[in-house]
């Protein structure tokens, strides 16, 4: 009985410890700031002229070794009537001596991000390079204020011609 007794007591002691959020390691505390639930106002679609609008949860994962951002996004036409929604997920994590960030959504969309330009606890610029035959893009959040955040979007179309913006918008934290 003594040995169930210290057993819970060990146990409840350790509950607290696993409880506690995971903090980002290493380069991934330069852009901790991105960590939380955020909803978008109305954005842009630069190429439709349509809006968007929808959530970002951004989560510490793997012990403080990834992040994992997951949205909902609503689309809607010049008259605010909706046109479609999906889903998208990116993983953020270090490797070779740089963040990466691969990119998934529901309408079957890939974008592998090779590099960051990151300034500490202020933006984080990722890039996917254009190919011969293929675009490239860029994704930018900028820390507009303490609990908001600017997020540019675009192409980088191949041959070296200049960034395309295909949408612009910010996000207000929730928590």
Do not use: C
């Not at 439709?48 to 959530?55: A, K, L, P, S």
């Not at 990466?100 to 079957?108: C, L, M, P, R």
């Not at 500490?120 to 930018?140: E, I, K, M, Y």
């Not at 540019?152 to 070296?160: A, K």
């Amino acid at each position: 009985m003594r040995a169930l007794a210290l057993t819970l007591v060990f146990a409840a002691l350790a509950i607290p410890a696993l409880a506690q959020p995971a903090t980002p390691k290493g380069t991934l505390a330069d852009i901790g700031f991105l960590v939380g639930d955020w909803t978008s106002g109305t954005g842009k679609v630069a190429d439709t002229g349509d809006t968007d609008r929808g959530g970002s949860k951004i989560t510490v994962e793997a012990d403080g070794a990834a992040l994992l951002r997951q949205d909902h996004t609503e689309i809607f036409d010049a008259h605010g009537k909706a046109t479609g929604a999906f889903h998208q997920i990116m993983l953020i994590y270090p490797e070779g001596g740089t963040l990466h960030a691969d990119y998934s959504d529901g309408e079957g969309h890939v974008i592998h991000y090779v590099r960051a330009e990151v300034v500490a606890g202020r933006s984080v610029v990722f890039t996917a390079p254009a190919q011969a035959a293929a675009p490239g893009f860029r994704l930018t959040y900028t820390l507009i204020a303490k609990n908001q955040l600017g997020v540019l979007f675009g192409l980088l179309p191949p041959g070296g011609a200049p960034f395309h913006e295909i949408a612009s918008g910010s996000l207000h934290k929730a928590n």
